[in-house]
DNA sequence: AAACAGGCCAACCGCCGAATC
DNA sequence: AGATTCGGCGGTTGGCCTGTT
């Protein structure tokens, strides 16, 4: 037997939202702190909407400061890069771009990027250059992104199911990590050296030198401090806590 | 002006894992 | 322990728009 369907499909709405639907949603959500159960939120709000696409409808659009189209270079940098190191897992890549949904991303991919990633990445015999991921990615517990302010200063995340916000406390992290290089989609190993300046973290072939700057509250973050600068991306470390059923 | 092709993107589909019963 | 429910996710679809022939 298969799994009830979670509305009744020939009596709900289909297709684009109108105004007026927006507009009940907002105020019905404005109205309370959580939406609770988004499956019987449309009777309540009195929509005639599968519950689901009322919740794509409000992550996707509708969600205060969501940012459509209009991606920066840098933007598609950093998508690119995090691309080449976790593959299709666009919630985890829009979480990392403030105001950019994984529909938003996803699309962008799909119709722009996607393109001239390959393009990029193929050598003049046709070959790609090195393999996109298809299947099971490596993505392990921790992770260094552009703030988008400063681009000289990349700060720590945890990275375990789920993205942690900026700042977080990462100060179990393991003692080597891999950064993609903004002029290789590559990623280059660093190792990380207790001396007597502190952390710091070496490129394998000693071609730059990154810093870890360990701040007053506890938190860290990475400043770069050679020639070879990180792309915007994301530094990983050994001791994957990340479960990913969805590749076979 | 009409027909067609391709790009774009909002929305849907179906699966999975976690939570709950 | 197994069944059910729900939220979340990535893949895909379909309709609108724009450019080209």
Redesign the pocket.
């Given at each position: 037997?298969?799994?009830?369907p979670?509305c009744d499909?020939a009596n709900?709405?289909?297709?684009?939202?109108s105004p007026e639907e927006d507009e009940t949603l907002k105020n019905y959500l404005k109205k309370h702190a959580t939406?609770?159960?988004?499956?019987?939120?449309p009777q309540k709000a009195g929509l005639k909407?599968?519950?689901?696409?009322c919740?794509?409808?409000w992550?996707?659009?509708l969600r205060p400061h969501i940012k459509?189209?209009g991606f920066t270079h840098e933007e598609d940098q950093f998508i690119c890069s995090l691309y080449a190191t976790i593959?299709?897992?666009?919630?985890?890549?829009?979480?990392q771009l403030p105001g950019r949904?994984?529909?938003?991303v996803?699309?962008?991919w799909?119709?722009?990027l996607k393109?001239m990633f390959l393009a990029a990445n193929t050598n003049a015999t046709g070959n790609t250059v090195f393999s996109t991921p298809t299947s099971q990615p490596q993505v392990e517990d921790c992770s260094v992104f552009d703030d988008h302010e400063n681009s000289a200063e990349y700060h720590v995340l945890g990275l375990e199911?789920?993205p942690l916000p900026l700042g977080s406390d990462v100060s179990g992290l393991g003692s080597s990590c891999s950064v993609p290089l903004s002029n290789e989609a590559v990623s280059a190993s660093l190792v990380k050296e207790e001396n007597e300046n502190g952390t710091q973290w070496f490129g394998e072939d000693e071609s730059f030198l990154l810093d870890f700057v360990y701040e007053d509250n506890g938190f860290v973050s990475l400043e770069n401090s050679s020639e070879v600068a990180p792309s915007f991306g994301s530094l990983y470390a050994p001791n994957t806590t990340e479960?990913r059923?969805?590749d076979n």
């Amino acid at each position: 037997m298969g799994r009830a369907p979670c509305c009744d499909k020939a009596n709900v709405k289909r297709g684009r939202w109108s105004p007026e639907e927006d507009e009940t949603l907002k105020n019905y959500l404005k109205k309370h702190a959580t939406p609770g159960n988004w499956i019987t939120l449309p009777q309540k709000a009195g929509l005639k909407r599968c519950g689901k696409s009322c919740r794509l409808r409000w992550l996707n659009y509708l969600r205060p400061h969501i940012k459509h189209g209009g991606f920066t270079h840098e933007e598609d940098q950093f998508i690119c890069s995090l691309y080449a190191t976790i593959g299709t897992r666009w919630s985890l890549i829009a979480a990392q771009l403030p105001g950019r949904t994984d529909n938003d991303v996803k699309n962008h991919w799909n119709t722009k990027l996607k393109k001239m990633f390959l393009a990029a990445n193929t050598n003049a015999t046709g070959n790609t250059v090195f393999s996109t991921p298809t299947s099971q990615p490596q993505v392990e517990d921790c992770s260094v992104f552009d703030d988008h302010e400063n681009s000289a200063e990349y700060h720590v995340l945890g990275l375990e199911q789920t993205p942690l916000p900026l700042g977080s406390d990462v100060s179990g992290l393991g003692s080597s990590c891999s950064v993609p290089l903004s002029n290789e989609a590559v990623s280059a190993s660093l190792v990380k050296e207790e001396n007597e300046n502190g952390t710091q973290w070496f490129g394998e072939d000693e071609s730059f030198l990154l810093d870890f700057v360990y701040e007053d509250n506890g938190f860290v973050s990475l400043e770069n401090s050679s020639e070879v600068a990180p792309s915007f991306g994301s530094l990983y470390a050994p001791n994957t806590t990340e479960k990913r059923k969805r590749d076979n």
